[in-house]
């Protein structure tokens, strides 16, 4: 999906990154962030403010720290994005969905020069806890080699939507199994953003929260696809894994993780919340569009 920068007709106000962790000892309990104008940067830093304070893996009755980070934004240094298109899984058990996933890769290996059973394996330990350690996403080649920049994972920051498209996006999702939920609103910009990057394939998302069973996968091509019971309730596993349709070299390699972790994107459109469909018509539609993978997408 392409980018441009945000070019106005008149001088306009710079941008400011707000990020926020709140964290219990060594337990990361909530964060979030945004892209926001001067006029909006107080009742975004109240709302952050009060997410952190009131995060449900709170449960030790200790008021947790916060960091709050803000950072002006030059706008001329913000690329322009449109949400991805959102597609839901229409899945009633753990199982069910674990199928869905062991036949998705199948349809990839079959359109791509991928290593399925490294992939596999890699959904796997994600899902088994294996990955758990890391604070960021990792990186799989097509040839089964993994990528853990500086052994931790790189962040996916620096992103924020406009007010109008942020709340256009909320109402529709009310009436959609998405929800209107931040964790939908948060995830849909990462994969967003992450679809961005150059050789791009896919992205795997589990929450480590044990409270949250639902993931995501994204597709380039195709968009953000909910997962429902990804996990089973009580698992604290999780993990964010990118799939790359070649091997970077290394000035590749930080380009991709400045893009990633210090580029800012605001998203400025949106794209439609389809109806659940069975694995089986998600499947189909995927391999379909899977004659365009060929095509390159996102920055170089």
Known sequence: MSEEKEETGHPEEDLFSIRMRAFSGEKHLSGGEDLVERSSLQDKLLALTE?????????????????????PVKRSSVLRKTLLPVHCLDSSSHQE???????????????????????????????????????????????????????????????????????????????????????????????????????????LCASDNPEYTTGYIALRNFGYLRLPHLKREGNSAGGRMILLSRKLDERERAHALSYLSRTPVLFTGRSRLFSPSTGKALLGEIFQKGDKFDGKSGVS
Do not use: C
Not at 52 to 63: A, F, M, P
Not at 139 to 163: A, S, Y
Not at 164 to 171: D, F, V
């Open 51 to 71: 997410q952190g304070l009131t995060s449900s893996r709170n449960q030790d009755g200790i008021l947790p720290s916060l960091n709050i980070r803000v950072e």
């Open 97 to 203: 969905t674990l199928s869905f996933l062991s036949e998705l890769v199948e349809t990839i290996g079959y359109r791509e020069t991928v290593d399925t059973a490294s992939l596999t394996q890699w959904f796997n330990d994600i899902l088994k806890g294996t990955e758990s350690g890391l604070s960021g996403a990792s990186f799989l080649f097509p040839d089964g080699e993994r990528w853990i920049p500086e052994n931790r994972g790189v962040r996916v920051t620096h992103f924020g939507m406009l007010p109008a498209i942020r709340q256009a996006l909320l109402e529709e999702a009310q009436h959609h199994p998405v929800g209107s939920g931040r964790r939908f609103v948060d995830a849909l910009q990462i994969a967003s953003k992450v679809e961005g990057l150059s050789d791009f394939l896919l992205e």
